[in-house]
């Protein structure tokens, strides 16, 4: 999911499980495209690969993500901008108060889909 802030979905889709993290992203930035201003694209260690921190910078994104504690050429990053950070899991704690997005009853992916969005429409209007 790609998140404006604690309130505001721009973007998400469903991955496979045994898929990992960063290839989905990548995905998802692909289709938000290019930015026309500088913009901060604040993401998890999972997404810190080269791969997806080259792609940001390459849609005008500055990353924000810590490096991993093995790499062997880490690089600095914004540690107040990336507390901030926790916006995405205050939104997706707010969505998973309703039980049929948390426990995931819905056999087909569209059902499923459709409740997700559901549950963003009814947190908004609240």
Same mark, same amino acid.
């Given at each position: 999911?790609?998140?404006a802030?604690?309130?505001?979905?721009?973007?998400?889709?469903?991955?496979?499980?045994n898929?990992?993290d960063?290839?989905?992203?990548?995905?998802l !930035?692909?289709k @938000?495209?290019?930015?026309?201003? &500088?913009? $901060?694209?604040?993401? *998890?260690?999972?997404?810190e690969?080269?791969?997806?921190?080259?792609?940001?910078?390459?849609?005008?994104?500055?990353?924000?993500?810590?490096?991993?504690?093995?790499r062997?050429?880490p690089?600095?990053?914004d540690?107040?901008?990336?507390?901030?950070?926790?916006?995405i899991?205050? !939104?997706?704690? @707010?969505?998973k108060?309703?039980? &049929?997005? $948390?426990?995931r009853? *819905?056999?087909?992916?569209?059902?499923?889909?459709?409740?997700?969005?559901?549950?963003?429409?009814?947190?908004n209007?609240?």
């Amino acid at each position: 999911m790609v998140a404006a802030s604690d309130r505001n979905a721009v973007i998400f889709e469903l991955s496979p499980g045994n898929a990992g993290d960063a290839p989905a992203g990548r995905n998802l !930035l692909k289709k @938000r495209g290019k930015v026309k201003k &500088r913009t $901060f694209l604040l993401m *998890d260690r999972a997404y810190e690969g080269d791969a997806t921190r080259k792609l940001a910078q390459e849609l005008g994104y500055t990353p924000v993500v810590p490096p991993k504690v093995n790499r062997k050429n880490p690089w600095e990053y914004d540690k107040r901008l990336y507390k901030e950070r926790n916006q995405i899991e205050r !939104l997706f704690r @707010r969505i998973k108060r309703f039980r &049929r997005v $948390f426990t995931r009853y *819905d056999k087909l992916d569209i059902l499923y889909l459709a409740f997700v969005f559901l549950a963003l429409i009814v947190d908004n209007l609240m």
